[in-house]
């Protein structure tokens, strides 16, 4: 694992997305993994701007989301497809046939979960993911338990993490659907490169745990540090217990 911390979560921004775009550059068909969550917001905002700039052309790229709420059609301004709508895909070039997302609405759940986990193969693995942290070491919705599942499945979502995404439902928790298809941590860990990113006080507990503690899965972020190729971009906050 190597750790870049940085000063203000602007920086970080630009770190990751200056990382990403140069990933793109030295492969044009590069498969990326993709999360929501206000953190890779910024991230996102510079992807577009180097777009815009000619420096980051997404023409060939291919991308994965982690996960979707269950019940929520991609329509919906809530669902994660609509964030992603918002924050990247309207800005950058990818083709539309291009971007993988779960869909969860699908009439058999199950079934939406092995597609999914057949396209990402199909597509030749993610060759980089970038990765969030919930406040409790979740990564995906691969919330912390006394086993994790490996490949793409349904998930039930802790109360706290409802709480965290109530911004997408009107600020209103209860709106917040109690379930989601996640990528799984198997599927997580197959990528070859990952980017985890982190920033802001209430991050620096998990990412201390992520980071130096030990590998467990009642801190799913932990399970990283079993993987080659991570790389972590933080903030000063974020990077306090490190
Ligand atoms: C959400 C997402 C994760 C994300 C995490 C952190 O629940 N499913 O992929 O990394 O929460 O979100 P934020 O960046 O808003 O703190």
Known sequence: MTVTVLDTPADVALAVATRVAEAIAGRPSLVLGLPT????????????????????????VSTFNLDE??????????????????????????????????????????AECRRYDKAIAAAGGVGLQLLGIGANGHIGFNEPADSLIAGTHYARLLES????????????ASKVPPE?????????LGSEAILLIATGTAKAACMA?????PVTTRLPASLLQLHR?????VDRAAAAGL
């Open 69 to 110: 709420f269950v019940g929520v059609s991609g329509h919906h301004p809530g669902s994660f497809r609509q964030f992603m709508a918002r924050h990247l895909f309207t800005g950058v070039n990818i083709p539309a046939d291009r971007i993988g997302f779960l869909d969860g609405t699908a009439g058999d759940l199950e």
């Open 161 to 172: 993490t409802r709480r965290d995404n109530a911004l997408l439902f009107e600020g209103d």
């Open 37 to 60: 969550g206000n953190t890779p917001i910024g991230a996102y905002a510079q992807l577009r701007r180097l777009h815009g700039e000619g420096r980051a052309d997404f023409s060939r």
């Open 180 to 188: 989601a298809l996640t990528m799984g941590v198997g599927s997580i």
């Open 209 to 213: 745990g992520a980071v130096n503690g």
């Open 229 to 233: 190729q991570v790389e972590v971009i």
